[in-house]
């Protein structure tokens, strides 16, 4: 099918950072793929098992991994379902599913949420994992530092790793992400089992209210979600991968996509029933502090920690930046310049580091938002735009699965945020801002 494009609009698709390059291998698909989903929200799996209990908790992670691997299997197949077209970004997919501008209004909101959202949590985690370094190596014969101060730290790796043009040039700073992920998963569950079950470990549920354990119970499922992020950005890592019609892009992001989804099985369900396993309910949100393992042990899972959300924060701020600077250039009509981009970038990083010191407990607010957007996202609208776009026989084995996949996704969309505006609640309590 011919190029029906213009030459000013391939002029600016070369520059925009999603669709700058087309070079990528399939493995490119897999780190960047476990760089997005494995971030350090697998540390506190074993703390979500605990407020779900171990039947719960089993089934939510088995069904969890299974309906994102499938909802991942249909972007893939729906990034090149229109011949001659490729659906390089999320939002693009959902115009063409519910229309222009209804798309625009139903996946863009989100994708943000989201993808926002995650890079000041990753600058919170950053912050943290430096600060742990910190208190560890220096005993008592160091300046004081507070957590703001190892915020800025962290933010000033991102003020220069942003001005990396597009997703294939962050590949090398993926990969270092993505074997830091395997790497301190592997710590945390290994020193587990070394450690031992506790002799006073108690599997019942740590909320012995009735109305307390429920609404524990849905900001688990909160925390749950949230481990399965990568959805978000899977379009935007596919449309780096070459295609033509004898060799469409689908086969190789697939067979990357798999591996990713193997490496993530790897990371996320020996920490979480191990941790379970070995501590129960007095295991801590992240089961690094629950271990309390030697020094050197601790501050080289924190190093790595820190080099996995560097990584991550890139691989979900280029989304951001393409859709930023598609509006500027395209929109609003500005030259797409370096300093333009160089202008915005630093905005986002500067903006992102700001949000993560004023509020110290946006993980809860994440999980509140993370409820309207990740579950969509991640579980359901996939299935919704299959059901739009394909339109599957009723009552066929792909509409059953599609509405089955829609039922539960509605569910955690719903019953997440609840539990997790509890959350907030009780952290917010003498809350002061820049604390």
């Known amino acids: 099918m011919a190029d029906e494009r213009s ?19 399939w493995w490119y698909s897999t780190f960047h793929n476990v760089t997005a989903m494995v971030g350090a929200g697998v540390l506190s799996l074993p703390y979500a098992m605990a407020e779900l209990g171990w039947g719960p908790g089993v089934t939510v992670l088995v069904i969890s991994w299974v309906i994102t691997l499938y909802t991942l299997w249909q972007m893939v197949e729906m990034h090149e379902m229109v011949p001659g077209k490729r659906f390089d970004r999320y939002h693009e997919l959902g115009q063409y599913a519910f229309g222009e501008k209804l798309g625009l209004w139903i996946v863009v909101p989100q ?14 985690t950053g912050g943290k994992s430096l600060m742990k370094v910190h208190d560890l190596l220096c005993k008592n014969d160091c300046t004081t530092m507070k957590l703001k101060h190892f915020i800025m730290i962290f933010a000033s ?34 020193a587990a089992t070394k450690k ?27 925390d749950v979600a949230f481990a399965y992020a990568g959805h978000n950005v899977v379009l935007e890592i596919q449309a780096t991968i070459p295609s033509t019609p004898e060799k469409p892009s689908k086969g190789p992001m697939w067979r990357g996509v798999v591996v990713a989804y ?21 295991v801590q949100d992240n089961i690094l502090i629950s271990l309390n393992k030697p020094t050197w042990l601790v501050v080289m899972a924190n190093l790595f920690v820190v080099v996995h959300v560097i990584g991550s924060y890139q ?49 809860g607010l994440l999980g509140f938002f993370g409820g309207f957007a990740f579950a969509p996202t991640t579980y359901f609208l ?8 394909f339109k599957p026989k009723r009552f066929s084995l792909s509409w059953i699965i599609n509405w089955i996949c829609i039922i539960l996704g509605v569910l955690l969309m719903i019953l997440a945020p609840i539990g997790a505006m509890r959350s907030i609640i009780l952290q917010s309590k003498g809350f002061k801002f820049f604390a």
């Not at 003020?159 to 043009?165: I, K």
């Open 157 to 190: 790796v991102h003020f220069l790793l942003v001005h990396l043009p597009n997703l294939n040039s962050i590949s090398g700073v993926s990969l270092a992400a993505a074997v830091m992920s395997l790497s301190y998963s592997t710590i945390a569950w290994a």
């Open 7 to 25: 030459e000013e609009q391939k002029r600016i698709d070369e520059w925009l950072p999603i669709t700058s390059s087309r070079n990528a291998k």
């Open 382 to 389: 996939p299935c919704i735009m299959w059901l739009a776009i």
């Open 262 to 282: 193997i490496v993530v099985a790897v990371c996320y369900f020996p920490v979480a029933l191990i941790g379970y396993w070995v501590f129960g309910n007095s």
């Open 196 to 222: 031992g079950v506790q002799s006073d470990v108690d599997y019942s549920l740590s909320e012995k209210t009735n109305l307390g354990a429920v609404f524990n119970f849905f900001s688990a499922l909160g």
């Open 111 to 124: 994708q943000l949420i989201v993808e926002v959202g995650v890079d000041i949590v990753y600058m919170v």
């Open 315 to 363: 691989v979900f701020a280029m989304p951001v930046f393409d859709m930023v600077e598609t509006m500027l250039v395209k929109k609003l009509r500005f030259r797409p310049t370096w300093y333009l981009r160089f202008i915005t970038r630093n905005i986002y990083v500067a903006l992102t580091m700001f949000i993560g010191i004023a509020v110290p407990f946006f993980g």
